[in-house]
């Protein structure tokens, strides 16, 4: 039986575009959870959160604790973990790992990316009964280089019959990440489940970004990225005011002091 929420995802291919954005904590995901479609618990906090050079490292402890964050954050919208890694190597572990994620975090469906190997492993989740998204074109967990992928016609033949056969398999979404706007068209127009761009052009069903990149807190600003706001500013700009407010001691005053004070509503 198909998920409520992931039913509501699969109505909007070919009517409305599909908004997603990656959290990794409750209080952003409580922003995001009014406005978007979709909030992913993404790899990517590796680099952004724990300033690790790749996503390699990041372990089912790691994606298990922050989308319990997320989750607390989120009622509408549908949750998503990416699966690390190193979790679904085959597939008994593939299937154990998804089933601990769904289990232990209470979100909707796990996203794995493809490699001309894994297939299979996407089909065994999905006859089990647990929502996958997919993830085609740059794969870091399987990609060094980050480059356009769908280029040439022979390139973007291989990217289609990669999406269709992760289509077969079951997936109900799939991410194409830094495709041709070429390959990213005509990918989107053959498959029947929804394509989430990032980097890949407006020829997708929805579009993703990293939040903290799309608020300009990452520091990692790929040509993809367009800086929505610039949060650096905001928050230097705060942390200094405390600094000099706590050396000239004008902070904190009587009100902002506990002992004798009511507590601030
Ligand atoms: O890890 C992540 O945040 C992702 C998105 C960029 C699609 O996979």
């Given at each position: ?44 906090m ?52 998804a ?14 990316e493809?490699?001309t ?67 990213a ?53 705060a ?27």
């Amino acid at each position: 039986m198909i998920n409520k929420k992931i039913k509501k995802i699969l109505i909007k291919k070919n009517k409305k575009k599909i908004v997603c954005l990656t959290a990794y904590s409750k209080s952003i995901a409580t922003i995001l959870d009014k406005y978007v479609d979709i909030i992913l618990v993404g790899d990517s906090m590796a680099s952004v959160l724990y300033g690790q050079k790749n996503t390699h490292r990041i372990s089912m402890d790691n994606i298990i604790q922050h989308t319990l964050s997320v989750k607390k954050g989120t009622s509408k919208c549908l949750l998503v973990a990416d699966m690390p890694k190193d979790s679904y190597k085959n597939k008994k572990q593939a299937e154990k790992n998804a089933k601990i994620i769904l289990k232990k975090t209470g979100c909707d469906a796990v996203k794995l990316e493809s490699n001309t190997k894994n297939y299979e492993i996407l089909e065994t989740l999905v006859k089990k009964n647990i929502p996958v998204m997919g993830h085609i074109g740059y794969t870091p967990q399987f990609n060094k280089k980050f480059k356009i992928h769908g280029q040439t016609t022979s390139e973007t033949a291989k990217l289609l019959k990669e999406a269709k056969l992760i289509e077969k398999k079951g997936a109900f979404s799939i991410v194409l990440e830094c495709l041709s706007p070429t390959s990213a068209k005509v990918i989107t127009n053959q498959l029947k489940i929804p394509t989430i761009g990032i980097g890949s052009s407006v020829n997708c069903d929805g579009q993703i970004l990293v939040t903290d990149d799309m608020l300009g807190i990452s520091g990692f600003y790929p040509k993809f990225v367009k800086k929505f706001a610039n949060l650096n500013r905001v928050i230097e700009k705060a942390v200094k005011k405390y600094t000099r407010e706590v050396k000239l001691k004008k902070f904190p005053k009587i009100n902002n002091f506990l002992y004798g004070t009511k507590f601030r509503k």
